[in-house]
């Protein structure tokens, strides 16, 4: 939740100007100040929602929301950093700006999160508009097309084609790997030497990215539904964040086609992040269609009128 509103903080300020590729380091010096504080909102809406599910371990639950993706995304960023100090590249992290970032995680993101997590659980649950049976239904077979793989690899389709153009883009802008007001210049030869400028579009086909992610996962699992198949849950996040197979695919078509690397660091480099943000997209795009589907549920059986 923290990433899809930091994006779209970070998307609106670049679109008015406010935040300039050509300024270096504003726009990952955003991020990491926008995503340390937006631990606050991730926070409460995980734990009231945790609530919601009957969850009784707030306090585990509260440390996996604050640490797993930012350890994920560090641990890795780290390694590759030592790969580049083992190369003696000038690009290289410093240690100090290491440190840095460990602190604002440990001493701001982290907290936040803990702390907007203990009021979410401390509020009431979100309200359903039915009660469900206490014993479980047994699931009839279901129909060859409501296939769960089935559906994730159809469901990417149609959000890949709206964001293809733009995803063309960016991946041939210079790519840099920035932490703080450190920068990180991943090798040239990785991602041509351009500046992506046009936020406005970006912003566009993020708001087109959105509601396409909603719409099919909405269809699909009313499909679901009709078949009498009440596990929703993580199928709608699996089913939104199908679009993100396509995004690591053609990661490594890009990869194959456009640029020309022929060392390992280089490339290990290029799909190391390349992969972090596929698994960013993923939680983002399949966030965007549980709560779609979440709400969209809640009102047709708010409509049902029983007699």
């Known amino acids: 939740y923290s990433t899809f509103r930091r994006l779209s903080m970070i998307?609106?300020?670049?679109?008015?100007?406010?935040?300039?590729?050509?300024?270096?380091?504003?726009?990952?010096s955003a991020s990491i100040v926008l995503y340390a504080f937006m631990g606050i909102f991730s926070g409460f809406f995980s734990g009231r929602l945790y609530k919601t599910l009957k969850g009784t371990q707030w306090k585990r639950a509260a440390c996996l929301t604050g640490s797993l993706y930012p350890a994920i995304v560090l641990g890795f960023s780290f390694f590759m950093n030592f790969l580049i100090?083992?190369?003696k590249s000038s690009g290289a992290v410093p240690f100090t700006t290491m440190i840095a970032l460990l602190c604002i995680f440990?001493?701001?993101?982290?907290?936040?999160?803990?702390?907007?997590?203990?009021?979410?659980f401390r509020k009431q649950p979100y309200d359903h508009p039915v009660r469900t049976n206490q014993i479980p239904r047994q699931v009839p077979e279901q129909i060859w097309y409501l296939n769960p793989f089935l559906g994730i690899v159809v469901s990417?389709?149609?959000?890949?084609?709206?964001?293809?153009?733009?995803?063309?883009?960016?991946?041939?802008?210079?790519k840099q790997i920035e932490f703080?007001?450190?920068?990180?210049?991943?090798?040239?030869?990785?991602?041509?030497?351009q500046f992506y400028y046009l936020f406005g579009i970006l912003f566009l086909v993020f708001v087109i990215l959105l509601i396409c992610c909603s719409e099919i996962t909405i269809v699909l699992i009313y499909f679901q539904l009709c078949g009498e198949n009440y596990h929703w849950w993580w199928r709608s996040f699996f089913?939104?964040?199908?679009?993100?197979?396509?995004?690591?695919?053609?990661?490594?078509?890009?990869?194959?086609?456009?640029?020309?690397?022929?060392?390992?660091?280089?490339?290990?480099?290029?799909?190391t992040y390349s992969s972090l943000m596929v698994a960013t997209f993923w939680l983002l795009t399949g966030t965007i269609g549980f709560f779609a589907t979440?709400?969209?549920?809640?009102?047709?059986?708010g409509a049902v009128k029983i007699d």
């Open 106 to 120: 440990f001493g701001i993101c982290l907290p936040f999160v803990m702390g907007g997590f203990y009021f979410g």
């Open 85 to 87: 100090w083992g190369k």
């Open 180 to 193: 703080a007001h450190a920068h990180l210049a991943v090798f040239q030869a990785i991602w041509e030497n």
């Open 156 to 174: 990417g389709i149609l959000p890949f084609g709206a964001v293809f153009i733009e995803l063309f883009f960016i991946f041939s802008v210079r």
């Open 239 to 271: 089913l939104s964040g199908g679009c993100s197979i396509y995004v690591f695919l053609y990661s490594i078509f890009y990869f194959k086609t456009k640029l020309e690397i022929t060392e390992f660091i280089p490339a290990l480099l290029y799909f």
């Open 294 to 301: 979440y709400y969209f549920i809640c009102l047709i059986y």
């Open 11 to 28: 998307l609106v300020l670049a679109m008015f100007g406010m935040l300039s590729p050509a300024s270096r380091g504003a726009l990952m």
